[in-house]
């Protein structure tokens, strides 16, 4: 596996079609497509061989926020950090599916938002997906809520399917062979 970032416009776009590919084609979420923050995010990849396998995208806090801002009011982890950032959408080819890709690639985010100048990151984590986010350092942040870009389409959600979790950057647990049991 290495890590790295989308570099090229074509990087960029094989990025989008991954997370379109996990979030639109297979888990059915009709509201996932490109948005306002793609343009200034990075985007971090994971490959096997030349083959893209995850990706994930960070987006520095800035005077357009965040798109949680959308969701819920992060207004108190903004006080409480230096500089946010938020990572969104993990996307994993589900041939590749699995704890390592997440646990290892905590190390890259943490050397990704030391060089960005971030000191917090904060994600909306799929209620399924909060174990394994806790297990490199994100803590959870007020209580679950209803995240309707994380519906599938004609779908009537009745209970919470997401999360707001932080981590100090620093704090983020860098892979070691523990995390293998």
């Not at 996932?32 to 096997?48: H, K, N, Q, Y």
């Not at 209803?146 to 389409?153: N, R």
């Amino acid at each position: 596996m290495r890590f790295g970032i989308a570099e090229t416009q074509n990087d960029r776009i094989e990025a989008g079609k991954l997370i379109q590919n996990v979030f639109v084609d297979e888990m059915g979420f009709s509201r996932i497509g490109p948005d306002r923050f793609d343009d200034d995010a990075i985007f971090v990849t994971v490959r096997s061989d030349s083959d893209l396998i995850a990706t994930i995208r960070i987006i520095l806090d800035g005077p357009s926020g965040l798109p949680l801002d959308k969701y819920v009011n992060i207004d108190n982890i903004r006080r409480q950090s230096g500089r946010l950032a938020e990572v969104s959408r993990l996307a994993c080819h589900s041939n590749h599916r699995n704890k390592l890709v997440t646990l290892k690639g905590a190390g890259f985010l943490k050397s990704m938002g030391r060089k960005m100048g971030a000191t917090h990151f904060v994600c909306d984590a799929l209620i399924e997906l909060v174990p394994l986010y806790a297990r490199v350092g994100f803590v959870a942040f007020g209580e679950p809520f209803i995240d309707i870009s994380a519906c599938k389409s004609g779908e009537n959600i009745d209970k919470p399917n997401a999360q707001v979790m932080w981590a100090a950057v620093r704090s983020l647990k860098t892979w070691h062979r523990r995390f293998q049991q």
